[in-house]
């Protein structure tokens, strides 16, 4: 808004007094500016510390599916992903992901944060990168899942560098910058079938990146020595903490209303339709996070109560987990009873590929590239099947198409498919020989020794978990865990009984 002077004085016949007024008009004009502002950048930034709060949820997880002699290693890489993907991001990733102007491939602006920014041509600040960048390690994280007790610590560094400060970079880029080939803001050239991929929080560009290189980690190191015998049936290799599982399920949820809803990125813009706006689409985008999540998790308590005969915790919070990456590519353009559909079939998703990953012997501790990158992959194919049309052109302008099922034909969901394959095969293309690598470089898998008596004794030092042996004088023995044999209670025949 603007006050003119020059339209003000005639009506004031002062043209002093126009001239103060329209100076003060515009004072609070700008006040207003930049109270918004301020109000969309404090937004972003308590989304992106939610989503950093998930990697405590992945290190709970992580923990808690693996076993306690690899505890401390499993612990350690997480750490790592978040400062090592913080590195990389910083000096390349950012700048391949949101360097503009740039082509369709891959950015090439803002490398260590230079060539100023943030400036005025840029439309975001400091915290956007915040955000992105805890997008960046969440991705690290999935993988790290995937190859858990078994994979040998130099080999965390280099992938995690390498997937956080490229491989993920250039897949947001396609698809969330507005100079990116598939992306739905994309601000020059057509539209890949004039609709572009919605995937506004990232089942394809998180989840499935993650996910697959996983997939490939885990495929070409093999399955840890004993989870499988020796004519291929499976072995379960329980994780040594169900509480930690649950606490971590437990904090990605919270951290999941970052996720989603903080992909908004502002909440102070109405859509001039009254009380209602951009925070009444964040809202709406809460509740189906979470009845995706919730429905995933009832489905595959009962699920698997049907199909092994108990109630297993371990199972409903990947299903909960399931439910969460599914919904995470449409969450802001689906009606509240689409995300219980998507979450419904996440949950079978889920574990049709478990019973697929057993009978081919793929060892994958955490289920992270089922979860993630089957899940995944169905979130990106319920958003072009369920997105509303409203809801779209909220975002994304009018005239765009919305879901196959609702109304919308199949461009929408023809570009789903898109970014599927690509996803696929570009991680697949960089990752795989990555690992690959790493295998023949003999960096990748540890030793016979090394796994069968726990990385967290051989590689970090000692057991995650120390126990004090003391005798009855109070003098310490050492340190160690001392299991002893307790004996039932024997009653004495003088004893009376009662």
Request: aromatic share 14%.
């Amino acid at each position: 808004m603007a006050c003119s002077t020059n339209d003000l004085a005639p009506l004031m016949n002062d043209t002093g007094a126009a001239t103060y007024l329209c100076a003060q008009f515009d004072a609070i004009s700008k006040k207003l500016a930049d109270t918004t502002y301020a109000v969309d950048n404090t937004y972003l930034l308590f989304s992106a510390y939610l989503v950093f709060a998930m990697q405590l949820g992945f290190a709970m997880l992580c923990a808690g599916s693996v076993r306690a002699k690899n505890t401390m290693n499993i612990m350690l890489t997480n750490v790592l992903d978040a400062a090592a993907g913080g590195l990389s991001y910083y000096l390349f990733g950012f700048a391949f992901a949101f360097g503009s102007p740039s082509n369709g491939f891959i950015g090439r602006h803002f490398f260590g944060l230079r060539g100023h920014y943030p400036s005025d041509a840029f439309d975001y600040d400091y915290s956007f990168f915040l955000f992105q960048w805890a997008f960046a390690i969440a991705a690290a994280g999935i993988t790290s899942g995937s190859i858990a007790e078994r994979t040998q610590f130099v080999a965390y560094l280099i992938y995690s560098s390498f997937l956080t400060g490229f491989v993920y970079p250039v897949v947001s880029h396609w698809f969330w910058s507005s100079d990116g080939w598939a992306s739905p803001t994309r601000a020059h050239g057509s539209l890949l079938f004039n609709s572009g991929v919605i995937d506004f929080a990232g089942s394809g560009v998180v989840h499935m990146v993650g996910g697959i290189a996983g997939l490939w980690g885990a495929f070409i190191e093999g399955p840890r020595i004993g989870r499988f015998d020796r004519t291929g049936r499976s072995v379960a290799l329980r994780g040594h903490s169900a509480s930690l599982v649950v606490l971590g399920s437990f904090l990605l949820w919270f951290g999941w209303y970052g996720f989603n809803p903080g992909s908004f990125i502002t909440i102070a813009k109405g859509y001039n339709r009254g009380y209602y706006g951009q925070w009444s689409a964040i809202g709406r985008t809460a509740v189906t996070t979470t009845l995706a999540g919730s429905t995933a998790a009832l489905t595959t308590l009962f699920g698997k109560r049907i199909l092994v005969g108990h109630w297993n915790v371990i199972d409903v919070c990947n299903g909960l987990l399931g439910g969460f990456a599914a919904i995470t590519s449409g969450c802001a353009v689906v009606e509240p009873w689409a995300a219980i559909v998507c979450g419904f079939v996440a949950a079978w998703v889920l574990i049709g590929l478990n019973k697929v990953a057993a009978k081919v012997e793929y060892d994958d501790p955490l289920e992270a590239a089922q979860l993630h990158g089957g899940c995944g992959a169905w979130g990106v194919l319920f958003t072009g099947l369920f997105a509303k049309g409203e809801y779209v052109e909220e975002l994304y302008g009018k005239g765009r198409p919305c879901g196959a099922l609702m109304g919308g034909g199949g461009r929408l969901l023809a570009a789903q498919v898109v970014q599927i394959l690509v996803v696929c095969g570009w991680v697949t293309a960089t990752m795989a020989p990555l690992f690959y690598g790493l295998q023949k470089m003999r960096l990748l898998r540890i030793s016979t020794e090394d796994e069968t008596a726990g990385m967290d004794l051989t590689r970090h030092g000692g057991f995650a978990y120390a126990y004090h042996d003391h005798d009855e004088d109070g003098s310490s023995k050492g340190m160690g865990l001392m299991m002893r044999r307790i004996e039932p209670a024997v009653s004495s025949p003088s004893t009376p009984q009662v």
